[in-house]
């Protein structure tokens, strides 16, 4: 019950306006700070009134004190306080009436301790010494006073300081409000600006170099990255459109030919074709997968895979048409921290591409280099222009020369190389190998065994 009450209060607060809650906030601290202060300050007014009366007192008590060493009995203040003159037992010696002092007050007084008596209306404040007369007895010199006005005193100037509390606090709310209402304004014009903010565009900064600035900065590289992300959505879409409407049309007028045509080996001919074009349709849609769980941020748990394994297996499985592959290997494995299925993929997606462009040969060469594990593969053929390496790994992009004509690619395979590679900390680049084709180069983070 407890815990569902202090959600429900939790939940009432939180659906209150900052401007609210902060004045709430600056209100009750300062109402609590007054009144302690009120409290403590008004405590001080009793010990203030006795300092004040001490004083007078210990410059009466001086002179008596004085007059007694000397032999003559203590005078009249002018104020109106006399000096008495007691023996060391409390007794009058001056002649005059018992003063209200008991034995304890008596040996505090002795001890040149002063004594205030509340329990007397008004209370009474007593200072004394002893004092040798010129006969050698010891006498106890006494002065006292009333304290007239001292719990009156205390109980208004609590009352007033109450009064001063609510005031101030009442006053510390409204500046606080309208401090907090003027401190939002550029917030609240911000948001303004941010919802008639069209596309492309980006919010003004304030003039001061303050966190609203800041704020507003961030805001406009959040809005730039959505941007970014929209136009490249939007790229990426336009492109998967266009390179899906090719092999659907292709297999949609392949098989109306075959449906039409009663030749049986010109249709069959003809269904080759589709299972080809269906097999590329695959391979792009798997490939538009593969980007799409990347974008959205799906990545395959980890574990230790084995380059030279692996390198091993997919020249094994690669479709050479006719061409030398080969593969180098250290003797030791060479582990790295990815899924099997990636470090395939990046295999796989090199390997068709360099068999596809190469002219004899092959290579396929893994390196173990400090803390790095570098994976590359050599074709003899055309190679890549200066000017496409940077490009190639863009998706859509194709070379247009000898290299991709014909390819019946999607330009997607090297892509997928450089995503894989990239959220794995490696990166991959494209350079030239030393039979003058084409060299990719992976590196990986190797792992520590």
Known sequence: ????????????????????????????????????????????????????????????????????????????????????????????????????????????????????????????????????????????????????????????????????????????????????????????????????LPAGHRLPLPTAHDELRSLAAALNGLLARRDEATDRLRRFTGDAAHELRSPVASIRVQAEVAVANPDADFAHEVLADVVHESERLSTLVEGLLTLARSDAGELPAAQPVDVCTAARDAVGRVDRRGLVVGVNTPSTACWVLAAPAEVDLVLDNLLRNAVRHGRAMVTVTVLRRADTVWLMVDDDGHGVAEEHREKVFDRFYRVQDDRSRDSGGAGLGLALVEEVVRRRGGSVRVGEAPEGGARFQVRWRALRT
């Open 1 to 196: 019950m407890r815990g569902a009450l202090g959600r429900l209060v939790g939940l009432l607060w939180l659906r209150r306006t900052l401007r609210f809650r902060i004045t709430m906030v600056a209100t009750a601290a300062t109402l609590a700070v007054l009144l302690l202060l009120a409290v403590q300050t008004s405590r001080l007014i009793g010990p203030l009134l006795v300092s004040s009366a001490d004083e007078q007192l210990q410059e009466i008590l001086d002179a008596a004190v004085t007059e007694v060493r000397a032999g003559s009995a203590p005078a009249d203040d002018p104020v109106g306080v006399r000096a008495r003159v007691l023996d060391t037992a409390g007794a009058p010696v001056d002649g005059l009436p018992v003063p209200p002092l008991d034995a304890a007050d008596v040996r505090t007084l002795k001890a040149g301790t002063p004594v205030l008596r509340k329990s007397e209306e008004p209370p009474q404040r007593w200072v004394g010494t002893v004092a040798t007369a010129p006969d050698g007895s010891q006498r106890l010199v006494v002065v006292g006073t009333t304290l007239t006005g001292y719990f009156v005193a205390q109980e208004r100037a609590l009352n007033w300081l109450l009064v001063a509390a609510l005031i101030a606090t009442a006053a510390t709310g409204t500046a606080t409000w309208f401090a907090v209402l003027s401190s939002l304004r550029p917030v609240e014009r911000m948001r303004s600006a941010a919802t008639r």
